[in-house]
């Protein structure tokens, strides 16, 4: 897995392939988000620790934790409550950021911006 994501020099130090590697001051300006984290995956701990990094830099962070599931669950046979709830998470972020999307678009025809 790692020869198909580490190519042309990249390596798992790069913030392009581990976003906890970001600094505070590279992340400030990211939307608010919503990261969900499964306990059974091997990147778990990078979830949580990239979840503080955000915060620290002010970035408002969701924080949806399947402590059963592993990486990938919605793909997988996971038990369709789980995967139901956190497609309903992805969808209401999605709705919510349409929203704003659409009210900042007409703002700005109404400004003249």
């Known amino acids: 897995m790692k020869k198909l994501f580490y190519q042309n020099g990249m390596t798992a130090d790069l913030p392009i392939m581990s976003p906890v590697k970001s600094k ?4 400030h300006h990211l939307a608010s988000l919503t990261l969900i984290s499964c306990g059974e ?3 778990y701990q990078q979830g949580i620790a990239y ?3 955000l915060r620290e ?3 408002q962070v969701t ?7 592993t990486h990938g669950f919605m793909e997988t046979n996971s038990p369709e409550y789980k995967v139901k709830y956190a497609e309903e ?3 209401e972020r999605q709705k919510a950021f349409q929203f ?10 109404t400004k003249g911006a």
Do not use: R, T, Y
């Not at 505070?24 to 992340?27: A, K, Q, R, T, V």
């Not at 704003?100 to 025809?109: F, P, Q, R, V, Y």
């Open 24 to 27: 505070i001051d590279d992340l």
């Open 41 to 43: 995956d091997e990147l």
């Open 51 to 53: 979840c503080n990094l």
């Open 57 to 59: 830099a002010g970035v």
């Open 63 to 69: 924080f949806k934790e399947f402590p059963s599931s």
């Open 89 to 91: 998470q992805i969808i």
């Open 100 to 109: 704003l999307s659409m009210h900042l678009k007409n703002e700005w025809k």
